[in-house]
């Protein structure tokens, strides 16, 4: 069998999926879960860019169309290992597995309910 080498691993998670935040600084309490929407994805990094969670400040600098220069808040990307998918049918954190539908294609499903998503 033949390697591809230059082939992209799949990933558990996509664009606009709903995930909580497993490790790491915003990591869920008992007092607050962390979830948010998944806005990017960086496969050759394992990283993901995710509504709300791992706000840094960036300084910016005066310029033409904004004189007045400034702080902001923005999303720093997050590692892969540490977001887990929550299942749209049931609301609740989930592990992801790979398995084919009855149309032949390879589709994520839900391990705890295992019910295909999207």
Known sequence: ?????????????????????????????????????????????NRAIVEGINMVTKHEKPSAGKPEGGIKKVEAPVHISNLMLIDPASGKPTRVGRKLDDKGKLQRYSKKTGEFIK
């Open 1 to 45: 069998m033949e390697r591809k080498h230059n082939k992209q691993p799949k990933l558990h998670i996509k664009k606009g999926d709903t995930v909580k935040v497993i490790a790491g600084d915003d990591k869920s309490t008992a007092q607050r879960e962390r979830t948010g929407k998944v806005l990017e994805v960086f496969p050759e990094k």
